[in-house]
Structure formats: C-alpha cells, structure tokens
C-alpha cells in the first residue's frame, strides 16, 4: 500500500463590506494555509479601513500558493502580515489599473451602451434623468428657454422640448409691449390684445382708454421704461420722433421753401407768401372749429382763408339826372384769399412736410379760383399732394434708418386712413394722378368738380 498526500479542501472567508466571499483553495500543506488565513484575520480585525484591499490580496496571495507561483508558502515567525500582503496589494493595484478602474469588461459594456440623449457621451454609472423617450445626464436636462438644468420633477413639456413652468409661461403667453406684464385672459379665458399695424406694437386693450400717452408723431404708446418728452400742450414726443422735431416757426422756414419749390416743378407755383406758423394744439382746435375744416383724429395742419366781397359803383357824369344816380349799376365781385397755414409745432420733419404739402394744396385751389368742392374730392387731391412728397423724399433720406421707417408710416398713414373723406378721397385721386397725370386730373377738378374716374 502505497503512501499518498491527502488533499483537503478549506474555505476561508473574509467578511467584506457588502457579502462575505470565500476563495477555494487546494493544499498539501494545511499548516501554511491556516496559518495565512489566521494572519490575515488578525490584520483584518487591527485595519478595517483596509478590508477590501485584504479580501483582493488575501483572494491573490492563497491562488499563488495554489498555482506554485509564491515563493513563501508560509509566514514564518519573523514575517508581518504587512510583509506578506505588500506585494499581494502592488500586484493588484497593477491589475486594476490596467483595467482603467471600469470593473469588467462586461460590465464597462453595459456602462458604454447607456447614451444621453443631450451631449451623446456615456452615463456611466452615476446618476441620470429618465425623460423624453431616453437618458440624460443631470445637467444635460436643460429647459429649452433658458438652458438651465431643470432640478427637481417641476417642467412642462412642449414640442419634445422640456421647460420650466415660469419659462415656458415667458415664451408662450403674450407680453404687453407697454405695461410689461403678461396679457390678461377676458372673460372667454382667451389671451386678447391689440396690435398697430405698422410698428407691431402689442399692448392690452384696457390702454386705449386708461389715456396712456402716446407719441404725437409715431402714434407709438409709451412704455413704462421708456419716457416721452412732454411738449407742454398734452402731447407727449418719442425720442425717435424728437430727433428730427421742428419746434417753431423759424425752424420751419427752410422746409417751407423746399415745399414751395416742389410745387414750382410739378408747374403748380403758389403766386402768394403765404404766412405760416406752427402753433400749439389749443391754438389750432378753435380754429379748425371756427372754419369748419373737416377733421380725422386730430387736427395738425389748417389753411385759413377768406371771401372778399368788392362792389363796384359807377361814378356818375356830370348833368346826369338826379334819378339816374339813385338807381346806379353794381357789380359785385368775390375773391377767395388765403391768410394763413397753421401747423402744429413738435412734429417730425417728415410729418410736417406733408402736412405743409397738404395744406398748400388748400391754398392753391383757393388762389386759383377753383370753385367750392365736395370734401372728399379737396381732401383726397390734398392728400394726393402730400404723398407725392414724401414719395419724392425717398432719395433725401439720411442715413438714420428710423427716418426711413417713420417716411414709411406717414405714407402708410394717408393710404390708410379711416376717414371717409381722406380714405376714398386719397384711393380715387390717386388712382386719377396715376392714370391721367397731375394737370389733366386738377383741369377736371376745375370743370366737373369731380376725379376724372
């Protein structure tokens, strides 16, 4: 009978931070194997801090007295259980940096397959935001308004795009472009409010008739952060609309001049001086009311004219008989005379121009004996004037582009005016000038008082 070692099996368990884990482990010598675990139990026990790092090098040092690698099957009296564990805790340092610290590669596959959905890298393994069909990384979960992280379970959601409650309440509810603030819901629980057709201007309806100032030029209202120059007579003036202001009369002379001129090229030259003053609003509603002129929204421009009445008497001969003189022959003669062009001061040179272009029409139909007119055919071929002259303005512009938009608006203004008289008196006159030109429309003014359409 033959003598043979005998083999034992031990399990030597190390109690880790989330399980104990044992190591299998085949030896001829059980002494050495006991006498390593009871080693490494005893250090465990003296250095919890380096439990895990023990559980790896303990698990390495046992599979190289297994594999015959180890050089010292066991401690003798003079070793520390640091002697002995130290190389065990380089190797596995070693191999764990190779592997880059991403555990498994089975594991670091897992990792790899999860992609956020906002910067396309990897999660990894830490903390994400499950949303919107996929993954995110925390700060990649941003609203679309403000592209802040979204924190928390407090967003909305609008075209796949996440928001936060206040953001999304920014971007979509309408602004009141004059109070600031979000617009009202009526009674209906819709959003209403009023836009200006040219300068999109939206604002909340109640500001038509809270008496919000407006510009007098631009017809823009004012907004709470941004101040009007006031003019003394109610009227309040934007900064756009200051910058080219003409203030009083002396300042108006040059415009007047050039208007005068552009009269003289179409062959229409106004043969009197006309006087003309640019006065404040409570100067030139008594007036207008006083002359009947006929009026829109508000009066900025007046021609002021008066019929003149001469009588003629026949001088009598000498020894013409006394019945013959109390019975004389009279001849009565009317002159129309213009006295004056009222404007009103503090509007855009733009504005004033056309309002001076406009009521110099007034004054050429008078000094050129055109007989009393129906008011929407004087008011339309004076309307016509007035946006012929601006039309001619468009190479004068300067260089500042509100000039141009405020051109614009004025144009857009005698187009579409809402009164009867200037609207359809403009639309037909216009179309006459277009078709038979200037002087064919005016000569059939004179003889039928009306547009040659």
Avoid at 29 to 36: E, H
Avoid at 305 to 321: F, N, Q, V
Wanted: proline share 5%; net charge neutral; aromatic share 8%.
């Amino acid at each position: 009978m033959s003598a043979c070692a005998s083999t034992q099996t031990h399990i030597c368990k190390f109690p880790g931070r989330h399980a104990s884990f044992g190591v299998r482990m085949e030896s001829s010598d059980q002494n050495s194997d006991l006498t390593l675990c009871e080693a490494i139990d005893e250090e465990w026990k003296s250095s919890p801090a380096d439990n895990n790092m023990l559980d790896c090098t303990a698990s390495l040092r046992l599979h190289e007295q297994r594999t015959g690698d180890a050089k010292v099957s066991c401690m003798s009296g003079h070793d520390t259980i640091q002697d002995v564990v130290r190389p065990l805790q380089e190797n596995a340092n070693a191999q764990k940096a190779s592997d880059g610290d991403t555990g498994s590669p089975m594991a670091q596959a897992a990792s790899n397959a999860r992609v956020c959905i906002g910067c396309k890298m990897s999660l990894g393994s830490g903390c994400c935001v499950n949303h919107l069909g996929g993954s995110w990384h925390p700060h990649c979960f941003c609203c679309y308004a403000c592209h802040s992280p979204i924190s928390g379970d407090k967003f909305l959601t609008c075209r796949n795009h996440p928001y936060h409650k206040i953001c999304y309440k920014k971007s979509s509810m309408p602004k009141c472009d004059v109070c600031k603030k979000f617009v009202p819901t009526n009674g209906a629980g819709l959003h209403k409010y009023h836009v200006h057709p040219f300068w999109k201007q939206k604002y909340c309806p109640m500001h038509e008739m809270d008496d919000s100032p407006r510009c007098t030029g631009c017809e823009r209202f004012q907004s709470n952060y941004v101040q009007h120059m006031s003019l003394g007579d109610g009227r309040k003036l934007c900064l756009d609309c200051l910058s080219s202001s003409i203030m009083d009369t002396a300042e108006c002379q040059p415009l007047y001049n050039e208007i005068l001129d552009f009269y003289e090229r179409l062959n229409m030259k106004i043969n009197q001086k006309v006087p003309v003053l640019l006065v404040e609003k409570q100067a030139l509603n008594p007036a207008n009311k006083q002359f009947g002129h006929h009026i829109t929204y508000e009066t900025r421009g007046l021609c002021l004219s008066e019929e003149l009445t001469m009588i003629r008497r026949p001088k009598p001969d000498i020894g013409t008989r006394l019945t013959d003189v109390a019975k004389p022959s009279i001849n009565f003669k009317r002159q129309r005379q213009v006295t004056a062009i009222l404007i009103l001061h503090g509007l855009p040179r733009f504005l004033t121009g056309s309002l001076l272009a406009h009521e110099l029409m007034h004054a050429w139909l008078c000094l050129n004996g055109f007989p009393e007119l129906e008011p929407v055919i004087e008011e339309g071929i004076c309307q016509v004037m007035a946006h012929m002259w601006l039309e001619s303005q468009a190479m004068e512009v300067s260089r500042n582009a509100m000039d141009e938009r405020l051109r614009e608006f004025f144009l857009q203004q005698i187009a579409k005016n809402s009164s009867p008289f200037y609207a359809e008196g403009f639309r037909d006159g216009y179309a006459s000038v277009m078709q038979f030109g200037l002087r064919r429309t005016v000569n059939h003014i004179r003889m039928t008082g009306t547009f040659p359409l």
